[in-house]
Structure formats: structure tokens, C-alpha cells
């Protein structure tokens, strides 16, 4: 069983920047990492996404160009860095992974979820 564990969140100004990170509980490469969000009162929804054979990354159009996604499996770990922050990017932000990626990036189609972390952006 994988654990992923999400730690970075906070309370930021708008513009500001967060760096969220994501540790696994086991050193495997097998796996597809992704960040979605819940923002109050709405659904959650994928934020960004790295596959683990190419290493080749998805974005939200929301977030493109604003967040980046990245890993260090030395580490075991995976980042979002998050840049110009806007108040719509509060929400409880969460880590997930898939062993399978089948082409698209779903809530259903994660194996394994993190309990999140909160980030709220003022402005």
C-alpha cells in the first residue's frame, strides 16, 4: 500500500508563490503522479500530472504556465511549484497516484490519495 503524504500548504497573498511537495511512502518509479484541488463548495478537480516512463507532464489550462510539476526520485518525492497565485487557486490541494495511466487524468482513475494540505491565497 502507498502512502503519499502532502506538506507546503498556507496562507499566501495573491501573486505569491507555494511549493507543495508529495513524499511516498516507497521508493517506486512505477508510478503516475498528479495534484488535484477541491476549492469550497465545488468539485475536485485535476490540477497537473507526470508519468512515470517519460516523464512528460499535463497541466489544467487554469494553471498552464503558472505551475509547474516536478519529481525527485531520490528523494520520493514530487513537487508543484506554484507561481502567481490567484484566489481561485484556494482549495484543499491533494497528491495522487496511478499505476495505470490511461490517457487522461482522473479522480476515479487514481489508486492512491493523500490527505491534502490547505491553500488559501488573499487578496
Known amino acids: 500500500q502507498v502512502q503519499l503524504v502532502e506538506s507546503g500548504g498556507g496562507s499566501v497573498q495573491v501573486g505569491d508563490s507555494l511549493r507543495l511537495s508529495c513524499a511516498k511512502s516507497?521508493?517506486?518509479?512505477?508510478?503516475?503522479m498528479a495534484w488535484f484541488r477541491q476549492a469550497p463548495g465545488k468539485d475536485r478537480e485535476f490540477v497537473a500530472g507526470?508519468?512515470?516512463?517519460?516523464?512528460?507532464?499535463d497541466f489544467a489550462d487554469s494553471v498552464k504556465g503558472r505551475f509547474t510539476i516536478s519529481r525527485d526520485n531520490a528523494k520520493n518525492t514530487v513537487y508543484l511549484q506554484m507561481n502567481q497565485l490567484k484566489p481561485e487557486d484556494t482549495g484543499v490541494y491533494y497528491c495522487?497516484?496511478?499505476?495505470?495511466?490511461?490517457?487522461?487524468?482522473?479522480?476515479?482513475?487514481?489508486?492512491?490519495w493523500g490527505k491534502g494540505t490547505l491553500v488559501t491565497v488573499s487578496s
Open positions: 516507497e521508493r517506486t518509479f512505477f508510478l503516475n
Open positions: 495522487a497516484a496511478s499505476r495505470n495511466f490511461v490517457g487522461q487524468w482522473t479522480g476515479s482513475g487514481m489508486d492512491y
Open positions: 507526470i508519468r512515470w516512463n517519460t516523464g512528460n507532464t
